[in-house]
């Protein structure tokens, strides 16, 4: 492949244009834009890890002492039953979901494919009271099932717009904050849902409000994002070498994207690379402990700390936010840290991504219920600890 140069009729832009149009900074929009809309699958998701607290099984009523503590007093709502088949049907739905997914985005480009999966989670969303007020859980557990298919495309999304918009010095830190959605949903959906469910609006607004929230953010999508940034309208000359320098034209414009290029990748040497068995380990690790802080974070301060859904909010937001900031500073230092080859990197990052937060998730096992601060203080630390994942095998996966 020749290195990519610019010298089409299409690309000459005057200079009046190159400095007008977005400052040669579309590409930033695009990744705050992709940010948005995949925190707001997860929002859909996770919001259910908080309304439990709020939901009982007789679905028209709120569950009492809402506003206050709740040590030694009986969950009325949902049976453990009922939430552990609520929280798996999601994972069902990513399961099934995620090789057609694959292939819609091969097939008909990622514009259009995450389009249709944040239509998909907004409608399913914004059913849920429906489904959670009739007597059986048959027809909430397949809307889980559909917010499972929607989350599907996520990781996929990610990896796609940083292949295609990320400049070769800008991987780690498009990687990191794409990366980072499962964060921003718990530190947007987690304190809104406390305030809304204490309310006289009660538990069902914070469906409707999440669901509005991606209509909105997922029309903004179809409209701005572009597959390729040469074939995007507010790309200018100056940004399109920014972003090409070191790459192919093909990965620029898009020529051999089709099909039958796609089918030319050698799935039998990448799974048979040792490389590759290691990175899979590590993001299975780590997506398993995460997915665990974030499905029972509220429950545990809730129920175990006794603290109040008001202050439940808040507290399940803390350590979240604190491995965004630390997940953010992972991957822009990775890029930047020009002193350690990049084999190292991922090792020293992954080492403290998973071992640090390993330790403390130990210790977190043995603080007594009757420490809350302690207990808010060490969970932050084990889940902060996750965010440097961001220049570890979040990283190299792109």
Request: glycine share 6%.
């Amino acid at each position: 492949k020749k290195a990519y140069t610019i010298d089409t009729k299409e690309n000459k832009k005057s200079p009046q244009n190159d400095h007008g149009k977005m400052a040669h900074r579309m590409r930033y929009c695009i990744l705050l834009l992709t940010t948005v809309c995949l925190s707001s699958v997860m929002s859909n998701i996770v919001v259910f890890n908080f309304t439990v607290l709020c939901m009982t099984r007789h679905h028209g009523e709120e569950l009492p002492l809402a506003n206050e503590s709740l040590l030694d007093v009986e969950h009325s709502g949902y049976t453990k039953h009922e939430r552990t088949m609520i929280f798996s049907s999601v994972a069902i739905g990513a399961l099934l979901a995620v090789l057609p997914v694959s292939y819609a985005i091969q097939a008909y480009g990622a514009r259009w494919t995450f389009f249709a999966a944040g239509i998909l989670t907004a409608l399913a969303t914004m059913i849920v009271p429906w489904a959670a007020s009739k007597d059986t859980l048959a027809y909430f557990l397949f809307l889980r099932i559909l917010q499972g298919v929607s989350f599907a495309a996520c990781m996929p999304i990610a990896g796609v717009v940083t292949s295609n918009w990320a400049s070769l010095k800008q991987h780690g830190l498009f990687m990191a904050a794409l990366t980072a959605f499962g964060q921003l949903s718990v530190v947007f959906s987690m304190p809104i849902s406390g305030q809304l469910c204490t309310s006289r609006l009660g538990w069902p607004s914070v469906f409707y409000l999440h669901s509005l929230i991606s209509f909105a953010v997922f029309i903004t999508w179809i409209i701005v994002y572009r597959n390729h940034p040469a074939r995007h309208p507010l790309v200018d000359r100056v940004e399109l070498e920014k972003i090409a320098r070191g790459r192919s034209s093909c990965d620029l414009e898009g020529r051999g994207s089709s099909m039958k290029s796609k089918n030319r990748i050698p799935y039998f040497k990448i799974i048979s690379t040792p490389a590759i068995w290691g990175v899979w380990a590590a993001a299975s690790g780590d997506l398993i402990a995460i997915q665990l802080i974030h499905t029972f974070s509220p429950q545990y301060i809730r129920e175990v700390l006794g603290y109040s859904v008001r202050n439940t909010g808040l507290s399940a937001a803390l350590p979240v936010f604190f491995q965004f900031l630390v997940k953010m500073f992972a991957g822009h230092s990775s890029d930047k840290i020009h002193c350690l080859s990049e084999t190292t990197k991922l090792r020293l990052y992954n080492s403290i991504a998973l071992g640090a937060s390993a330790l403390f998730m130990i210790a977190l096992a043995f603080i007594p219920k009757d420490y809350p601060v302690t207990g808010i203080f060490v969970m932050t630390l084990s889940t902060s600890m996750f965010g440097f994942n961001g220049g570890g095998f979040n990283k190299v996966s792109s």
